[in-house]
């Protein structure tokens, strides 16, 4: 069983970031699986999601600047 990745994929469409968690077989190409991905973005339901994520401030502060 592949891990699961976390990829950050642009989509030029909406100029925003997505951020999607994947376990990807070897067999997929993952720039192609990435532009599909970005394709098919529901730029509405992002940018929902992201008006959401930035309401909710981060509680702790060691979690928050732990992102490297
Ligand atoms: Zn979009």
Same mark, same amino acid.
């Given at each position: 069983? /592949?891990?699961?990745?976390?990829?950050?994929?642009?989509?030029? @469409?909406?100029? =925003?970031?997505?951020?999607?968690?994947?376990?990807? /077989?070897?067999?997929?190409?993952?720039?192609?699986?990435?532009? @599909?991905?970005? =394709?098919?973005?529901d730029c509405a339901a992002l940018a929902a999601e992201k008006a959401k994520a930035r309401e909710q401030?981060?509680?702790?502060?060691?979690?928050?600047?732990?992102?490297?």
């Amino acid at each position: 069983m /592949p891990a699961f990745k976390k990829y950050r994929i642009h989509v030029p @469409k909406c100029n =925003d970031h997505m951020i999607v968690f994947a376990a990807l /077989p070897h067999t997929v190409d993952v720039d192609q699986w990435m532009k @599909k991905k970005a =394709d098919d973005c529901d730029c509405a339901a992002l940018a929902a999601e992201k008006a959401k994520a930035r309401e909710q401030k981060p509680i702790n502060p060691i979690k928050a600047s732990k992102k490297t």
